[in-house]
């Protein structure tokens, strides 16, 4: 079943976004396989956002993601990569639909609430590089 990696960056854990974000994808239908409120160290936050090392605003991400708690999340579900990026909206919240979780919560593309991988690699990816394997739960029975 496919897996992605969701964060609630440190502007949605300080205004006290976690607990709805999580209704969310609860509500949609996807299943909660690990959780944890942790901070990040520089050199995850550089690994993580990697791909970004020659953007003009690498060093302010980095910066900004590691200035106060996360809310590191794996979810599992049908296709749920792309449907929690719908359900997250558009990187930048000036373009994302109401409804979606930056078109209701969010004002600018640096603060914008939610992190969520982008394809099946990224997911992987980050996955591990935010959990150990025993941190993912397994359940028994299913409802
Ligand atoms: P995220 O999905 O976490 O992945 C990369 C992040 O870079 C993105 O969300 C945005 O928050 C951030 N980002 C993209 N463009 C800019 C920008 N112009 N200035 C600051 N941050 C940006």
């Known amino acids: 079943m496919e897996q992605t990696f969701l964060m609630v960056k440190p502007d949605g854990v300080q205004r006290n976004l976690i607990g709805e974000i999580v209704s969310r994808f609860e509500k949609k239908g996807f299943q909660l396989k690990g959780a944890k409120l942790m901070s990040i160290p520089t050199e ?3 690994e993580h956002y990697g791909e970004h090392k020659e953007r003009p605003f690498f060093g302010e991400l980095v910066d900004f993601i590691t200035s106060g708690p996360v809310f590191a999340m794996v ?26 979780i930056r078109g209701d919560f969010a004002v600018t593309v640096g603060k914008n609430v939610i992190h969520g991988s982008d394809s099946k690699e990224s997911a992987e990816r980050e996955i591990g590089l935010f959990f150990k394997e025993e941190q993912i739960v397994e359940y028994k029975k299913l409802i």
């Open 75 to 100: 979810w599992e579900g049908e296709n749920v990569i792309a449907t929690a990026r719908q359900m997250m909206g558009a990187t930048n919240p000036k373009d994302a639909v109401p409804g979606s």
């Open 44 to 46: 995850l936050a550089e």
